[in-house]
């Protein structure tokens, strides 16, 4: 089989700056501390989620 004439090239990682607060869950003390900073100063956003649901009346009128 011949080998490939060139190297594959990837686009490099950037950094994570908004954050689903389920994944902050998983993180480590010392790393939760410093993103939980980062996003209070504003240098990192939140994910926000819009919960417009009202809860449905058990109660039906005929």
Do not use: Y
């Amino acid at each position: 089989m011949p080998r490939k004439k060139e190297n594959e090239k990837f686009v490099a990682v950037g950094s994570k700056d908004i954050w689903n607060p389920f994944g902050l869950q998983t993180l480590a003390p010392e790393k939760f501390s410093a993103v939980a900073t980062m996003i209070l100063s504003g240098k990192h956003n939140l994910l926000t989620f819009a919960n417009r649901r009202t809860p449905r009346s058990t109660f039906r009128s005929f």
